[in-house]
């Protein structure tokens, strides 16, 4: 028998998930890997890898400035980036 459940969809992955907290860490998860993707790859440094490894630190909680840090820094070059030369 189907039943009818309430359920959290990521928008990015299209991913369905019962529990929120897992919806959300997938789709930070997706917008950090999307991240990743545009940037170019290094030889054998993967950026996708490094955006991921960034989101579990984030994720973690065990460096809770990290986060503010980063959002900081982004506003910054945000506000005070110059055009291409």
């Known amino acids: 028998m189907v039943e009818k459940i309430d359920a959290y969809k990521c928008s990015i992955t299209s991913a369905v998930f019962e529990d929120q907290s897992r919806a959300v860490k997938a789709e930070f998860r997706a917008m950090m890997r999307r ?3 545009s940037l170019p790859a290094w030889g054998s ?5 490094i955006m991921d490894w960034l989101a579990s ?6 460096y809770p ?10 506003e910054y070059w945000q506000a005070n980036r110059l055009p291409p030369s």
């Open 57 to 62: 630190e984030i994720e973690s909680g065990v």
């Open 45 to 49: 440094i993967d950026p996708m890898k």
């Open 65 to 74: 400035t990290a986060i503010i840090k980063i959002q900081e820094a982004l």
């Open 35 to 37: 991240a990743g993707g």
